[in-house]
């Protein structure tokens, strides 16, 4: 009935699928394990009418023109005219994140802030980004005295409670992820297209799934329909010479039988307020400092929703994965021991001539919106051939 298996109904999922259904003229099973299309962007209206997302907020930004275009075939969006801006509660004081020019200001007093400014563009050149483990080797007792702040304030122990690590044994990769900006730019992401989908992700991901020559089972563990051979994979029963594409969990699907591959998960606690507003108009603002939680996100400055009665917020809690009953694993912790291991998954998989891993947790990587969408992308014509 099928040439091709897709499992997983999230971004990587779902715009292979498309591609290997409209482009290719595949006929294409999706299936999905939770009872939902779109993964962890899933959005929806709580209790009150207001659009939240499920899985914690997400953003679509990127500079990339093909991916962009490709994505507005299936929404409209609303997109932010200043970008996407986040600031940090440091007792009690907001300040924009990352740590920037106008940050600098509001720190130091202006003569000690024009010095330091002076020798920050100086030693790194106007609108770079400087990754803050960089800084810190930066032997100017100026430049350190900065990078110790933003370190000890914004970096230090948001990072412990998101990754349960010290920075020192976190991946440069995600070190990397935060910086310091020689710039006033306030926006998050630096990117020139900034938003989210006008009438929410959920309905995007419909309209991509919504093709004739593709089928979709939610609320079906793909474990249980697929039988992993050596070589072969067997679907409900009979051998699939089909491409299947997986963008689960690798080690899950083999039985996690070297281990299970670690991850940080999320705690998502919402509250809807009788109030007109929570923070001030801010979407995003990240608590760096003593509370358990990591940031607080309220929706309605998020999606820009205009007909919201109160308003909703969500706090954010990590916590180690464990495999258990609700969890859902969201960062790998990219490190030499569990990237060995992951290989000895990824061997597995690649045992079989027609199985094709993708995605953040097929992948054990972390990957933005717009880069999951293009690699979907070249994944399916290299498929198609």
């Known amino acids: 009935m099928y040439d091709s298996i897709v499992i997983g109904a999230g971004i990587a999922g779902s715009v292979t699928a498309r591609q290997l259904a409209e482009k290719g003229n595949r006929r294409v099973l999706v299936i999905e394990r939770r009872d939902h299309i779109g993964g962890n962007c899933y959005d929806s209206p709580d209790a009150y009418g207001i ?49 920037n020019l106008n940050t600098l200001h509001m720190i130091y007093d202006k003569e000690q ?13 106007l609108g770079n980004r400087v990754p803050i483990m960089k800084l810190r080797e930066n032997k ?19 990072t412990m409670k998101q990754w349960g690590q010290t920075p020192e044994e976190i991946s440069p990769q995600v070190t990397g992820r935060v910086p310091v900006l020689i710039s006033y730019d306030n926006r998050y992401f630096q990117d020139k297209y900034q938003g989210v989908p006008a009438d929410s992700f959920t309905q995007m991901f419909a309209r991509m799934l919504d093709h004739e020559n593709v089928t979709v089972r939610t609320g079906a563990d793909a474990r249980e329909l697929l039988q992993l051979g050596a070589h072969e994979i067997r679907f409900e029963g009979k051998k699939f010479e089909g491409d299947v594409v997986y963008t689960g969990e690798l080690d899950e699907l083999f039985g996690c039988r070297y281990g299970r591959l670690p991850y940080r998960s999320l705690r998502f606690d919402f509250e809807h307020l009788a109030q007109d507003d929570f923070q001030d108009g801010h979407s995003v603002v990240n608590y760096t400092v003593s509370e358990d939680f990591t940031r607080i996100t309220e929706f309605k400055y998020l999606t820009r929703q205009k ?75 290299e498929l198609i051939g």
């Open 51 to 99: 659009l939240v997302h499920v899985y914690g907020p997400h953003i679509f930004h990127t500079s990339m023109e093909e991916v962009f275009d490709y994505l507005s075939r299936f929404t409209e969006w609303t997109l932010y005219e200043q970008g996407h801006q986040v600031v940090a509660n440091i007792g009690g004081r907001l300040i924009p994140v990352p740590f």
């Open 113 to 125: 802030a024009d010095e330091l400014e002076k020798k920050l563009v100086e030693a790194y050149g």
């Open 140 to 158: 100017d007792p100026q430049i350190q005295d900065i990078a110790q702040y933003v370190y000890e304030n914004v970096f230090l122990k948001y």
């Open 307 to 381: 007909d919201a009665d109160g308003t909703t917020i969500v706090r954010e809690y990590p916590f180690a994965y464990t495999g258990a009953d609700g969890e859902i694993p969201y960062y790998a912790i990219m490190n030499p021991e569990n990237e060995a291991l992951y290989e000895k998954y990824k061997r597995l998989a690649m045992g079989l001539s027609n199985m094709h891993l993708l995605g953040r947790l097929a992948e054990y990587k972390y990957y933005n919106i717009d880069a999951m969408v293009k690699k979907a992308l070249v994944l399916a014509d």
